[in-house]
């Protein structure tokens, strides 16, 4: 049998991994079609490309709609972009306008064209290639319902019913007034309590949040966060109501802007799990070549000293304590410093109060650190002023941590930048550079007192 | 005049700001509570002790309730610690549930026990104080609402009229069978369009998922998002319904979870931006310190090569080369692999595979690099084998960053511990000691060319 009902899950997906190895694909679509579109999206994650395109051959329409639901838009493409213009067109109509706008955006001109031009659904999704990705224009649903505001009870109930399927599980819907202003929302809850013959504008909320089409993604996730929305609109220049964000496309961008400041810190590029080899090497190999040139950098400092290097052969053992100390205090205020700013909480002058704070903290662990670490070398190697000046390299490359760790995002940002690229490799080789020549330059200052 | 209706948010701040300075309370508090609470626990956020109790006097316990909601449960400890356990049994019952119980948790315990007696929600509150944080009890919500499956649509929407404040903004409400057991939900809309003598059983859905009490929350907040869910329900061992997880309090645990693997990577505590220095320091430190330690690791293999180093200055040059490229590839693999982790999609099979993966582009990026680094040194130097032991360390470097990156992460996990303390600290001080042994052994081994 293809397909138990006791079957769990995990049962389904070895099920599947297991005729998927046979080449039965007709059987493992039958228990694919079983799991639900999230857990279909993860399978097919791991299979290779004929399978994925036998399994997804095998479900209707409206099936494979709910499969590139959950997908990423990229994805989505590949898996179709050998596939006729007409059978994309009636899997892109199952979908939401502003996925299938999404998964068109993605894929080749010609076929995008000729899908759209093909779909039932081609009025609603238009418009929406106009918006850039990651604007509200572009993560919205256009497929929002509203009541008039000179309607009753009986009549917005009646709007309701002709759309059911549309607002399932709505908490509320929006009402319009003149010119199809938005002027306010009415719960479901209150509505289906209301008298039949109450108008729909007494029992409306007034007290609206709304945003242009134009605002950043990023602003609509942190407004919809904030103020704990279900629902965020968007409305054109005329205040008119054009669509709608919801709060779960919300949690995604905020969760996808979590992990790019997280990679872009680390030095990755927009690298997916699954992605090609060739990808990972795209996305990593920038950064590691840039690392490159600026370790280099920090090796033409050494190489000033290499005279004092050979006379005093301690110097070259304690290149990586002021080089390692120095990376990590300012991998953290750096971080600190852009996760803060993603999460709104690092505005205007809470900048400068920062920037104080971190290179107060970076004198007291400099201090800390460089009373420690003086001490060790001058017990293990036996010279006081070998303690005197690592010391010291240590303080100063603490301090510059704080203030490469925070001011490097905080201009970034003030130039209109993104503050993660002040990545790690950044600040690190500042912190190298400065470290080895205040250490290496204070130890052939006082070279005779080291021998 | 205190407020005009005119006043953006932003102008309301700054008015208070003006006013606190002033020590004008009674006109500041006025501006302050026009503000969105969200707004207000911001406004509280840069004002001393002194400003914060001032302005918190001033308002209803309703209203601080609402502050008191957007608020970390330690903060709002702190404003409330010095106050009179009836004043805060007030402001607490104002609160919901779940975040009266956090607070309390975060009291001394005289106080804490003294506000739970006096609270008139006192029997809601107090199971819920058994809960961990950080699992579906202690985020749940038990203010939850439910309908019998043997009722009638007109029944259902009497038990709705009668708790309209307590569902306001819900799309559904909760089925409940024999003996309280969870059964199904009942969407809003659909019973808004039933008929009044239609059976909740016959327009109910039954496809749920629900959670017991002790899931950890990472794993609920995920569940939320994979299926996207508005809320998500909890049953105790015999599958009653004792509570709700919303979407938004999942969106917060998974905007802190994304936070603390950041911090965890970088090596900082759960550090807060406005936090007392005291704390930063207590955060940081520990890592620096144990950092401190590796690097000295790293210092006592330099230290065993002391003699070639003085023979070959241009190794201690090249030193910060080898190191660096080690630790941003390194920590480059291990982000990738704690965010896919912490995202669910490094399941099972696919750690093995992400491991040979990372493996496979640390030979990759390492036989690129180190023809680099080789050729580079070999001009600079003119000396072909010094290229040559520079460019075979770069090499072997960039597999261990590959093996460690992954596998330390992968290792923990399998432990049961959390993947993101194999932090950058781990895996640099790995990378920089195998480096080191490498470039230094090779160096020593072939020293008679070198020179």
Redesign the interface.
Known sequence: MADEPEMTTEDRRERIEVLVDDHNFAVASEVFRAL?P?DQSDVLA?LDHEAKQALLAALTPEEAGHVIEQLEPTEAAELYENVGAAELAQVLDAVTPDVAADVLKQLPMGLSQEALEAMLESEEVAPLLAYSDDTAGGIMTPEVLSVGEDMTAAAA?DV??LN?AQ??????IFVVGDGDRLTGAL???????ARQNAWVRDIMTTDIISVPAEMDQEECARLI????L?ELPVVDEAGRLIGVIL??D???V??EE??E???R????GD?R?RGA?SA??RS??P???V??L???L??LV??FF?ST??KV?????????V???G???G??T???AV??MA?G??SGR?GRR?LV?EV??GL??GL??GI??GI?AFVWKGNFFLGLVLGIAMLGNMVIAGVMGAGAPLLLRRLGLDPAVAA??VV?TIT?VVG?LLFLGLAAALVNLLV
């Open positions: 639900h999230a791991d109930l309701l019913r059911e607002v399932e599980d709505a908490g509320a719960r479901v809850v209150r509505l289906a309590l966060e904030r103020y704990d279900a709060a779960e919300a949690a995604d905020a969760e979590a992990t400041d997280m990679y810190i680390a030095g990755l690298e799990l080899l990972s090497v990593r190999f950064w590691l070549a690392n490159l600026t370790t280099f920090a090796a050494i190489s290499e290097i050979v052969v301690a110097l070259a053992v304690f290149l990586p304590v080089a390692g100390q990376g990590i205090a991998t953290q750096l971080t600190l996760r803060s999460l909480e690092l809470r920062l704070r107060t903290l007291l662990h800390l650190l420690a670490v060790v790690a490799v690190t190298d080895f």
